[in-house]
């Protein structure tokens, strides 16, 4: 439970960042923002995987490219789903996707399974 808590805050944390540095995504205010990113969370647990099972052969047909057209079609889904969210059209649903990726990738890098942050030590001998 904490570990999909962790990953919520960093949806809306790449939400909010896409949100200022793409023009067309758009989101109103803090409760927009908290309630994007569990949309989009419960999205991608469910939605996502079916989408992308259906779609397999283009995917791997793109070289896996597709994926990024999947993601930024289940962000225009949660924009439409909210109205204290927009996303103008494709290209800024497309690249808002990137950019949310990008910073989950990031964060996700130091957040372990069980929703803990990880720390790295090194010792020299």
């Keep these: 439970m904490l570990g999909f808590l962790i990953r919520v805050v960093i949806v809306a944390l790449g939400l909010w960042v896409a949100s200022k540095i793409i023009p067309g995504v758009e989101i109103s205010d803090a409760t927009s923002l908290a309630l994007a990113a569990l949309v989009l969370g419960v999205i991608n ?13 283009l995917t791997i047909l793109t070289l896996g490219l597709f994926l990024l057209i999947i993601n930024a079609a289940m962000l225009s889904l949660a924009a439409w789903m909210l109205d204290g969210m927009t996303v103008a059209g494709f290209w800024p649903a497309f690249f808002g996707a990137i950019v949310i990726a990008i910073t989950g990738w990031i964060a996700s890098s130091f957040i372990g399974d069980r929703g803990r942050v990880e720390t790295i030590t090194y010792t020299r001998d």
């Excluded at 469910?46 to 992308?52: A, D, I, K, L, S």
């Design 45 to 57: 647990a469910f939605v996502r995987p079916v989408v992308v099972i259906m779609t397999l052969p």
